[in-house]
């Protein structure tokens, strides 16, 4: 299938995929072990979180070496395997970019630091006086360093430099990490955080839209891209701003966090929690399926590393919601993402106050945090370890890296692959529909119903046989609003004249 048509993409956060050494720590050789799971669920790309050299301040997120494959995850060899394999069962491989910023023990920081008038003196971005700024972590956003004499910024931890975009031969040196690895045969990109490359701290912007989408340009037309996915993590772009990083060929989807963000207080940040209201999933849902009916991309995900489990966040864990948010998610306009563990319905689970290990939680916790927004919000709860079976041992022999009590017997891929009217099997028939149905993959989008608690929209396509998605967002049992025909898939086996509590069915002739 060509990059650009993706019909799945499923997320692998490495280190808790799977563990094929005992160390407690999930590797490449582990993922090569899973590839016949993942060509059974019918997934067309992975996403690999980052498996680059990195001292692991930020699990990975702060990159000591673009060309080499930290040895926790393996080898360049298993990496070579593991796309080669892959491909021969129809799956690209996704590499993670981490290109706003590097590991302070990047050789670039280090000669920076060293020698300001050097070949790397001007990758970061130094001063002789910073600004009043306050790091995603906590904290502020400048170290000072006594090897130069001059501070440097940091958008996340002080371990994780921000390179300065402004330079060009930054630009060059990252359009080679993006060709090394386009040689070595993987089908995608996902930038992290890209939309950081366009600050202007001088002029104390954390977005410049003009300039990011300058950079970014310059960056991609370095390279063939032609048959490369790209993705960009930019949550504080709109959708004419996406739109025009579309038609400029720079990203072909972008994720945006409105969703996310649906049970946090407004403006104040992920800590600051607020009821879920299903009527603003609706509303958001609707207005970006709206922005892009003409032309674009929507990014379709409800989980990934940084977003913890949206049914224990938003359904306590119910697992009829899960179903229900599987239906929706597939039914939409979009390239849906899907974040390992969510296909058997996996929760935020149970972690120990002393076992956290996210910096940012850790942050958070050191200066007066809550528990309670840590259970609800924590990456590290977004991390536990893949479930395969009932037991950890099916994750590893040895002891898992991230230790953690799971709340959801059962839901494993195991004990799921038996049940055929399991959230696994449902997830298998959605990804297989949306692979065969073009109305799916292509179609346009319209609202039906007003009611906040029922979301049913239609979605139609040329001559093709228009399909109906009735989607019941609440716990109670309510009548059906419209004709609905003749059901394709749904979560529940037996029909009901009434939609019962988190029901939802795709439906045709109707």
């Not at 000072?144 to 440097?152: C, L, T």
């Not at 300058?214 to 993705?231: F, G, N, P, W």
């Not at 993590?233 to 739109?243: F, K, Q, S, V």
């Not at 403006?267 to 003409?294: M, N």
Request: with cysteine; glycine share 8%; aromatic share 12%.
């Amino acid at each position: 299938m060509d990059a650009k048509q993706m019909n799945t993409v499923y997320q692998v956060y490495p280190k808790s995929f799977q563990d094929s050494d005992g160390d407690g720590i999930g590797d490449l050789r582990g993922i090569i072990g899973r590839l016949d799971y993942l060509e059974w669920l019918g997934v067309d790309m992975v996403w690999l979180n980052p498996v680059y050299v990195s001292p692991g301040y930020d699990n990975g997120y702060d990159v000591a070496d673009y060309a080499r494959i930290d040895p926790m995850f393996g080898s360049m060899e298993d990496m070579d395997e593991l796309i080669r394999k892959a491909k021969d069962r129809g799956i690209g491989i996704m590499m993670d970019i981490v290109a706003n910023h590097t590991s302070h023990q990047h050789d670039w920081f280090i000669q920076s630091e060293r020698e300001p008038e050097g070949t790397y003196g001007d990758f970061y971005i130094w001063r002789d006086t910073p600004n009043e700024w306050s790091s995603f972590f906590g904290g502020g956003t400048w170290t000072y360093s006594p090897i130069r004499g001059q501070y440097y910024f940091h958008a996340f931890a002080p371990e994780q430099p921000d390179l300065n975009w402004g330079n060009e031969q930054v630009r060059t040196e990252m359009a080679g990490v993006l060709a090394f690895w386009a040689e070595r045969g993987v089908s995608g990109f996902r930038f992290d955080v890209i939309d950081l490359i366009g600050k202007d701290v001088d002029r104390k912007q954390w977005l410049d839209f003009p300039l990011m989408r300058r950079y970014l340009k310059d960056l991609v037309a370095q390279i063939d891209t032609s048959s490369l996915l790209l993705v960009g993590e930019a949550g504080g772009l709109t959708p004419d701003e996406i739109l025009a990083l579309q038609r400029d060929g720079s990203l072909d989807v972008v994720f945006n966090f409105e969703v996310c963000a649906l049970d946090e207080q407004a403006g104040q940040g992920k800590w600051k929690l607020a009821p879920f209201e299903p009527s603003r999933l609706k509303a958001t849902l609707d207005t970006w399926q709206r922005a892009f009916a003409a032309e674009g991309c929507n990014s379709l995900f409800w989980n990934n590393h940084d977003q913890p489990r949206a049914i224990s966040r938003w359904y306590d864990g119910d697992e009829r919601a899960a179903k229900m948010l599987a239906v929706l998610l597939y039914g939409l306009k979009g390239i849906p993402f899907l974040y390992q563990g969510e296909e058997v319905g996996m929760t935020n689970g149970m972690i120990a106050p002393e076992d956290y290990q996210d910096v940012e939680t850790l942050n958070y916790l050191r200066t007066g945090g809550t528990l309670d927004a840590v259970r609800m919000k924590g990456r590290d709860h977004a991390r536990l370890p893949m479930a395969w079976g009932e037991g950890v041992d099916t994750f590893s022999t040895g002891t898992p890296w991230l230790r953690s009590v799971r709340h959801d017997e059962g839901r494993d891929v195991s004990t799921m692959r038996l049940d055929e009217t399991s959230l696994l099997h449902l997830y298998r028939e959605l990804i297989a529909l949306r692979r065969t149905n073009r109305v799916l993959r292509d179609g346009a989008y319209e609202l039906v119903t007003t009611e906040d608690h029922l979301y049913v929209y239609r979605r139609f396509l040329a001559e093709e046989t228009p399909l109906l998605v009735v989607v019941n967002l609440s716990p109670d049992t309510v009548p059906i609003p419209v004709e609905c025909g003749d059901r394709l898939i749904a979560t529940e086996q037996v029909e009901s004249p009434m939609l019962r509590p988190y029901e939802a069915f795709i439906c045709y002739n109707f």
